[in-house]
């Protein structure tokens, strides 16, 4: 029996979710079906939304990124269907995670957001690098304004590991 198009790509983005210790984002789960020339962005969308809606993969949102990973249900079914994925796609997958893994874990392990303080008229940044299921470091700043929020939250990418290894070399003295 062959396998649905849409349902090969469902097993593929189990199959991915599972093999890293982190989430992937929507831009990068796009990128390697875009890269593959696998299928086109609206049927990639819509079967993520599938899997969404059917509980084997989780969505997260930071500031407009989506992040996904991949429930125990989504193990459960894997485990079932995995081997109908093609072995050429599951080389392609592999090639692509070793490849990219590091900088799909930066990408990210590196998270900044910020809310309304509910007791002022000032604002929270959330800052986070995390590295598998744990977090190397947490920072919540209270800023005064919105603006100011939001670029400490642009930055925070490019200077969370000065921060970092100012905070670990200050606190281990």
């Excluded at 997260?60 to 269907?81: A, M, P, Q, W």
């Excluded at 957001?113 to 509910?118: G, Q």
Aim: hydrophobic share 35%; proline share 3%.
């Amino acid at each position: 029996m062959t396998l649905q198009p849409t349902t090969l790509y469902k097993l593929i983005i189990l199959y991915m979710l599972n093999k890293v210790n982190f989430p992937l984002t929507n831009s990068q789960l796009t990128e390697f079906f875009s890269e593959k020339d696998y299928t086109n962005y609206f049927t990639l969308q819509q079967v993520i939304n599938e899997l969404i809606d059917t509980h084997l993969i989780s969505l997260e949102t930071v500031r407009n990124t989506s992040y996904y990973h991949i429930t125990s249900d989504g193990d459960k079914i894997l485990e079932l269907f995995s081997y109908k994925i093609p072995g050429k796609i599951i080389d392609d997958m592999d090639i692509y995670l070793m490849e990219n893994k590091y900088e799909l874990r930066n990408e990210v392990g590196t998270i900044a957001d910020y809310y309304s303080s509910p007791n002022s008229d000032d604002y929270i940044v959330h800052c986070q690098v995390k590295e598998g299921k744990g977090t190397l470091i947490e920072l919540n700043l209270t800023v005064p304004s919105k603006e100011e929020a939001s670029s400490m939250c642009n930055n925070w990418k490019d200077a969370s590991a000065e921060i970092y290894k100012f905070v670990m070399k200050s606190l281990m003295k």
